[in-house]
């Protein structure tokens, strides 16, 4: 089946300790993106990838960081993690293409005390 | 910048009345237009999308038409059920460019 996993799917955490949520897609698309949903915000893109060893920040990349080694994996690092970063995230990927669709993982939520 | 705006809701309709969400949207040049869903616990799912003006989307009885000259990409439902529950959101995507969303609309429907 196709899809898009991520790992937790629910973490509490405290101010300042390092975490990592994964990310993989089985799909063998190139392009991989993280996103987080806050209300009445929608949905704002973190960072993504144009493929391997490549990537680029979105919108609202600050006390974030990613790392693509390999295509299918695609890791989202809080190095330093503050309550404003509780959030719901989500990450997604797609081929290239301008039409093309994007699949998502079921999300993670964040909360950081 | 490229944006969408859309109603934020929420929405409450009874089952089997006519849904309209609406989307305008901003960009430069010819954008693709999608709607996606996402249901309770869930990521988003695309519902449709169009690629040039005048293009209609439609899945699961849900319709939506590009409209260039008003720049908009409305989602309508002629009949909605209590499944349709779930928050929806509007999406583009300029040639080259990173995906822009709106910041979603929340469906209820009651029985």
């Known amino acids: 089946e196709a899809q898009v996993t991520q790992n937790p799917r629910y973490l509490i955490t405290v101010t300042g300790k390092k975490l990592t949520v994964t990310c993989s897609q089985n799909?063998?698309?190139?392009?991989m993106s993280w996103y987080r949903q806050d209300p009445g915000l929608g949905l704002r893109q973190i960072y993504y990838?144009?493929?391997?060893?490549?990537?680029d920040k979105g919108d609202v990349p600050e006390g974030y960081k990613v790392s693509r080694k390999e295509k299918r994996n695609f890791p989202l690092i809080l190095e330093s993690p503050s309550p404003n970063q509780t959030s719901l995230y989500f990450c997604?990927?797609?081929?290239?293409?301008?039409?093309?669709?994007?699949?998502f993982g079921p999300g993670t939520r964040l909360t950081v005390l | 910048g490229d944006s969408v705006t859309q109603m934020e809701g929420p929405v409450t309709l009874s089952e089997e009345a006519f849904l309209t969400i609406n989307c305008t949207y901003t960009?430069?040049?010819?954008?693709?237009l999608f709607w996606y869903v996402q249901y309770p616990g869930e990521g988003l799912q695309l519902l449709l999308k169009?690629?040039?003006?005048?293009d209609k989307g439609s899945n699961k009885g849900f319709e939506a038409t590009y409209r260039k000259e008003t720049t908009s990409f409305h989602l309508e439902k002629g009949s909605v059920q209590v499944s349709d529950s779930a928050v929806y959101f509007c999406?583009?995507?300029?040639?080259?460019?990173?995906?822009?969303f709106g910041p979603g609309t929340r469906l209820s429907v009651l029985p």
């Open positions: 999406a583009l995507r300029a040639k080259g460019q990173n995906f822009v």
């Open positions: 997604a990927s797609r081929t290239s293409g301008r039409a093309d669709t994007q699949y």
């Open positions: 799909m063998n698309h190139e392009y």
């Open positions: 960009a430069t040049g010819y954008p693709s």
């Open positions: 169009a690629t040039k003006a005048d």
């Open positions: 990838s144009m493929n391997v060893e490549v990537t």
